[in-house]
């Protein structure tokens, strides 16, 4: 599969504050990166996508963007909250001609600090 | 709402066993996939398939085989059950194309 590098390993940010999660993949064919968070105990689950065709995406708190490029996107969360505290997964998939896996980055453990 | 179901949370196997993990979704959806989760290591892709009866290998197959005999089951078998297979399995499904992934809840191996 194709690689994936996720920066940092671990994030601890004040309560308030903004975190900023970044992956690079190396496919230039790659077209979809979601991310997904991932509660303790819990399974992963999508919290934003974007395509290819796209280079930034927000959904209140949360916004991606993609510099295709440069081969890298980046998770951006405003105004952290406790429930922010959770594992996030960056993907990406190279899509059409038959099915692929998502290929995923190792994860960023975020901690928000009260 | 998207419901992917593994038979198994917790499982505990011996050195050597055969050892069968299930996974059903009730979406219809083509595409079902295998991962394990590791502490620093992420989620890493064992198998996928895209239909019945078609499967591909993923990033780390060795010692797994799958079975897909109906669209909505999706097994994970390890032959011969090693201490280095103890880890998470999480089995997701999604439609073609570039959608959401669901997964189930996984569950947990450990081999003694």
């Known amino acids: 599969g194709e690689n994936v590098e996720q920066h940092p390993s671990t994030l601890s940010v004040q309560e308030g504050d903004s975190a900023v999660i970044k992956c690079t993949y190396s496919d230039s064919a790659s077209n979809y990166f979601p991310w997904y968070k991932q509660e303790l105990g819990k399974r992963p689950q999508l919290i934003i996508d974007i395509r290819s065709n796209v280079g930034e995406k927000k959904d209140q708190r949360i916004a991606v963007t993609l510099n295709k490029t440069a081969k890298h996107f980046s998770l951006h969360i405003t105004e952290t909250q406790p429930e922010d505290s959770a594992v996030y997964f960056c993907a990406e998939k190279i899509s059409g001609g038959g099915a692929d896996g998502l290929t995923f980055g190792k994860g960023t453990h975020l901690i928000i600090q009260p | 709402d998207v419901k992917v179901t593994q038979s198994s949370r917790y499982l505990v196997k011996r050195t050597g066993e055969k050892v069968f993990l299930e996974c059903v979704q009730d979406m219809d959806h083509e595409n079902m996939f295998w991962y394990r989760q590791d502490p620093g290591l992420g989620l890493r892709l064992i198998y996928f398939?895209?239909?019945?009866?078609?499967?591909e290998k993923g990033d780390i197959p060795e010692g797994y085989s799958v079975s897909r005999e109906k669209k909505e089951r999706f097994s994970l078998i390890l032959e011969s059950a090693s201490t280095n297979q103890t880890s998470m399995y999480l089995c997701?499904?999604?439609?073609?194309?570039?959608?959401?992934?669901?997964f189930g809840q996984g569950t947990r191996l450990t081999v003694v």
């Open positions: 398939s895209y239909d019945v009866k078609m499967k």
């Open positions: 997701a499904s999604s439609p073609p194309g570039e959608t959401e992934a669901f």
